[in-house]
């Protein structure tokens, strides 16, 4: 696995479709503002079959500092949950489940091969 950057995927959006890199990259970081400036407000952001982006907020809770067993609150805190589309759900199920080519397969150990060829008994 590798980690893709920004910049390559807008190197990639431009040469796609033929258009100027800093044009694209504008569009994909104003993009990415706006979901920010959106998650911010608390709104919610639907892109249908790639995912949903929502605030959620976890509540003020007691914890346990674990060295001098004091309990310590724990302030109301907002994250960011994304759930999965279906066409993403899809398209990283089947990347899962076919490994790249040229990505060599776990071979079966030849004990367990050799199990396989005895027959069952009947039960």
């Known amino acids: ?22 044009l694209v990259k504008e569009v994909v970081q104003r993009l990415l503002d706006e979901i920010i400036q959106e998650l911010a407000a608390g709104n919610r952001l639907e892109f249908r079959d790639f995912g949903v982006f929502e605030v959620r907020t976890r509540k003020p809770r007691m914890a346990q500092n674990p060295r001098t067993l004091e309990r310590v609150p724990v302030p109301l805190k907002a994250t960011v949950k994304f759930k999965v589309g279906r066409r993403m759900k899809r398209a990283v199920g089947a990347a899962t489940a076919n490994p790249k080519a040229g990505a060599s397969k776990p071979q079966p150990r030849p004990q367990a091969a050799a199990a396989t060829d005895r027959p069952r008994p009947d039960t």
Do not use: F, Q
């Open 1 to 22: 696995m590798r980690t893709v950057t920004k910049k390559e995927l807008t190197d990639r959006i431009a040469d796609g479709l033929g258009a100027k890199r800093t």
